[in-house]
């Protein structure tokens, strides 16, 4: 496990700006530079890739994040994809063109594939196949299923959250759902942990939609979120445990109990998902789900490189799996 010394080493600054940086300090004045370096050190130290480089004929690849630079920032979850996704690429050969997809820049006319992270609409997914004669999208399918995908099993994540959750002897279990807009803005793509989570609720008879909270996909909106719990539901008729569907949400719930002197684990219990690498820093330590989002990426560029080199035609699907990461929040 990689330290706030060897972060602010690998990163330029001091240790006590990597803590505050990890712990979404709102205080803190740095820029989103600092906090780029800051996070992409802490992402890259926990890679353990010591494969062997591949010599092969020079291919140009874009690897197009449906974020911009700053709302990257935000949300390690396609950061990480990223790094993992670039580092495979960079192991293999590849020239790398990294694309932010609503600056809308013009990629590159030569392009042998393109490694699409994030959600994208079927206007993208058009402009985006006419790009280049190669796409595998990471996180996403589209509609018709045409192109390699890389997913997650949120159905049995969810699974194993409430199971630990029941185990433990937690009767009301809330759920704070992310719901986000296309970056064309031609519609929204709504979470579909949300289903999972009510449809297996319900199997075991504890589902109340009083429970479930829906915002973005950031550490404000999960305090927010958590803030409207607390006022609509008063303290003593919150859920004891509450599962995040992501680890800025869920830092934002734990900012939110913090100043209402509500404990936790004590009185609440906090689930995040995606295990970014700020959740160990955290107080208390983030009990999430580990989202293998290094082996995203970089299954998304072997499957494109399955296409480039090896002429493949059948689509393939690979889907990760995740892993519930206990530690104090729950």
Known sequence: MATLKDIAEKAEVSTSTVSRVLNYDPTLSVGDETKKRIFEAAEELEYKNHRKKITQKKYKVAIVNWYTEEEELNDLYYLSIRLGAEQQAQLMDYEIVRVYHREEEKMDSDLAGILAIGKFSPTQVKKL???APHVCFVD?????RADDTVLIDFKEAMRQNIDYLIQTGHKRIGFIAGEESYSDFSGTWTDPRTNHVKNYLKKKQLYNEQYFFKGAFRVQDGKDNMEKAITELGKENLP???IAANDAIAIGCLKA???HQIRVPEEVSIIGFNDISTAKYITPSLTTVKV????MGRSGIQ???ERIQEDREA???VTVSTKLIKRDSA
């Open 129 to 131: 196949r006419e790009q």
């Open 140 to 144: 996403y399918i589209p509609d018709d």
């Open 240 to 242: 004891s445990a509450f």
């Open 257 to 259: 109990l913090y100043e």
């Open 292 to 295: 293998y989002t290094e082996e």
């Open 303 to 305: 499957l494109l490189h």
């Open 315 to 317: 689509t393939k699907s």
